[in-house]
């Protein structure tokens, strides 16, 4: 069992990371902005964070860059992101962040992330200014993300077939999240005039 700390400005996906990771057995603390997560890192160590880069106040990779500056960098960091670009997740990795998810963020990829950002968190403590990483297959994971403002993919897997969630509304509004089942394949983010679907294993 481990904590982790999410760090997202939508209730929603604060939520479901919450619930995934909770029936995985770890233990979730969350921050809806940068000021409440600098609040909990300065109280305590997670073992591993999940970062929103884009937040209403300060955006994740500067929130990064005080914690590295600060010394503050002990514990794995993992990106996440609808809208960044190759750029800006070199950018997050450089700094120290361990990985990168695009959202939304398919469900084996979230549980291979975080249990390999535990891995790393138990091998040894992280330096608060590490050397620049390997941002390995970022290029695969973000093919059309060249330019600011890069929208999160909307096609999926064809091996992945999808099944209606029963939401609370009949549809999702815009700025509204899909509440994905508790085994479900992927994570709905950041969604707009789209119905709630998530994918399920054909």
Not at 150 to 174: D, F, L, W
Request: include cysteine; charge should be neutral.
């Amino acid at each position: 069992m481990a904590t982790i700390l999410v760090v997202d400005d939508e209730m929603g996906i604060r939520e479901l990371l919450s619930e995934i990771l909770g029936d995985e057995g770890h233990v979730v603390e969350v921050a809806e902005n940068a000021q409440r997560a600098r609040e909990y890192r300065a109280n305590a160590t997670p073992d591993l964070v999940l970062l929103d880069i884009w937040m209403p106040d300060t955006d994740g990779v500067t929130l990064l860059k005080e914690w590295a500056s600060q010394g503050l960098l002990t514990m794995p960091v993992i990106m996440m992101s609808g809208h960044a670009t190759i750029d800006t997740a070199v950018e997050a990795t450089k700094i120290g962040a361990l990985n990168f998810l695009e959202k939304p963020i398919a469900l084996q990829k979230l549980l291979t992330a975080v249990e390999q950002g535990l891995s790393r968190s138990k091998e040894k403590p992280r330096s608060a200014t590490p050397a620049a990483a390997p941002v390995a297959g970022l290029a695969g994971a973000m093919p059309n993300a060249a330019a600011a403002g890069h929208p999160p993919r909307s096609s999926a897997p064809t091996s992945m077939a999808y099944r209606p969630v029963q939401p609370k509304a009949a549809a999702c509004s815009s700025r509204s999240t899909c509440r994905c089942a508790r085994r479900a394949t992927c994570l709905s983010a950041r969604t707009s005039n789209t119905t709630c679907s998530v994918k399920a294993a054909a």
